[in-house]
């Protein structure tokens, strides 16, 4: 019997996991692979061979799994290259001596791309028996085709409700207090996570990388509201930028290994120009960081199912010998009036290395929010509360394998 | 029948309106009082007589004040100086022409310095009718006498929350990727907030304003821990101090109105250090600031419990006419095993302006934690979800009363 590969990769979300163990339940149903490897590392971990057996997993296991922010196998930043035939040559061979048929790519844009090249290669070389799959992933929303990614309704959750409650916190003096809230959201490119704020209903102002930075209007929408009603609740993307496309937060902007921008700081430069220009005494920052990713214990019940079921459907299209080089997708249904999606699947390349913005036209004049349409298409994907498995008022958490003495002995 | 005043004062937590929501259903099921009025700000609404009338709230509102964090009522940061007669004398007035009997204040230490004042004041004028009563609340958890303040159990729920899943993710990459990661929480002057993270077991480092910051040490131990696993999880409080008393976080620490020092940038400050020393090329930052005390969402139900009790027994205890410039409070009990806690009161002044640190027999050696005997005892605290009552995906919320237009005609 053939074996399967899965891995993961690229920034943490609360429900990269759910997709994990949707994959290794659906296999548990329907056993038609030996074995489900885990690579640690993503793509690294096929590279070097560094597998752990994930085909027993527990119930229970699997239940702690999907409230398990982060990757449990580990992820990487490495990117197989094309004009690197060295590593995909390693990635078939690996395949064939561990006999598995199928890997799993469970990542963003990046790794659809990796799921398209291998996909092509194996095809190329008129490879039997090789299937690439990927799985989207990514709190950022910004993937194309797929009505919305993985990963973003529980991050849009919590950034949500973190606005509605700091709002509670900030207005609670009188109103001589005069304060400007800024709020610092994750989006170097696209502005989906900072609007997912607006679901709380007290954003006053919101500014993302999708509409030039205007200082001169949005200083005057703060100055407005503030002599309205002595407090203001701005948002923020990290990739707000202006005209000329320099981010706001610093010029100093450093890149990751993939040669995308490192951001930070779109707040804190807010701030100092809000205090220069005197249009407030006071400002306070809340920088979401890290927790707005990996806040797994508010995740999005809708959210941690669809990420699940894509990793099932995953898993059952796979014994489709043709099935390759695809990303399983989902739609939201049209012929009912309910919230529900429908699975489907669409070629990897499609999705690969592009970016879907926040649309303009979603956005109000003057940096005031959203429209309700924008409202509708985000509410649904925050909704249910997730069960927690706790252990000493905390939840329960999937110990990472790549912290485990569990790999299995390469072949 | 005479009546009552409830306020407000301090910063907010996630249970403050917990324990207001104890008195309005203390009065409920025994109306001892004709009306429970808020005062909108603190004791600045009652000097200016803005009040709302309580008595009537419903069930359901009572529970959704329960889930609401900061202060329904508003707060304020002004304190009645014991040099300024005329506001005492205001505040007497005030009451009587309301027929008010019974003034509830809920606050940290400088609210039950009001109450000590109050009362103080009340019996050397021999002013007869009329009660002061505390009830205690800080999510920094400093109060004297009280076993643990309310307000802190549901902070601390958040920050080990919190770290458990950013430690999930910011291990999830490949030991080449060496990387410290700092957490920082608020506490001025006790570290209890900072030593909550310690709950989630993955803490390597915790700097709390107990232990003076001796940076060779603390850059060594962080050397030491990279070079081991690659990784390092640091935790500071915002009041980390060298020991001349200089702040880490920075020469221009501004003074609050009560004269407390406002402060942040603990973890910016360790940054520069540790990128400047070389000990980790790189390091991230997670300032939980506001979050870490409005986030009802994931309060924790000993800790809500607790303080809707203190309210309740606060309203009961106000039935003894002799019973004023007391605290309620409470302590572990002693007779049993498993946790739970028994109510009485002590005198108001035993609180007031006074600190209680973490003791430093709980500190571990080198920055490297705190005692099995610390995590005993707040592990009891931080127990327990909340069931809230959601709307739309999000947690509803009381409307702030002084948002409503709804305040009682002045007498």
Known sequence: MPNCIVAQSGGPSSVINATLAGIIKANQLNPVYGHVYGAING???????????????????????????????????????????EDVEKVMSVMERYDAETLFYIGGNDSMDTVAWLSEYASKKGIKNRRFIGCPKTIDNDLMVIDHAPGFGSAAKFIATTALQCWQDITVYPPSRKEVFILETMGRDAGWLAASACLSGVVDLLIVPEKTF?????????????????????????GAHYADGTYIASGEARNDLFGHAVLGGAARALEQMILEAGVSPRCKIQELSTAQRSHAS???????????????????????PAFTGKMVCLRRRKDIEEYDVEYYAIDADRVANFVRNFPEKWLLPNFRGVTEEALEYMRPLIKGQPQLIMEHGLPE??????????EIEKK
Chains 1, 2 share one sequence.
């Open 43 to 85: 793509i690294e971990g096929v590279l070097q061979e560094r597998f752990v057996d994930l085909s027993k997993m527990t119930e229970r296991e699997n239940l702690v799994l999907r409230q398990t922010p982060s990757s449990a196998l580990g992820s990487c930043r490495y990117k197989l290259q094309r004009d690197n035939l």
């Open 214 to 238: 205007d200082k001169e209007v949005i200083l005057e929408e703060i100055r407005q509201i503030i002599e309205e009603r002595s407090k203001c609740f701005v948002v923020i993307s990290e």
């Open 397 to 406: 958490m999937t110990v990472p394998y790549y912290m485990r003495d569990c």
């Open 298 to 320: 508010e995740q999005s019940r809708v959210d941690v199912t669809e990420s699940f079921n894509l990793g099932m459907s995953a898993h059952m299209h796979s014994m489709d």
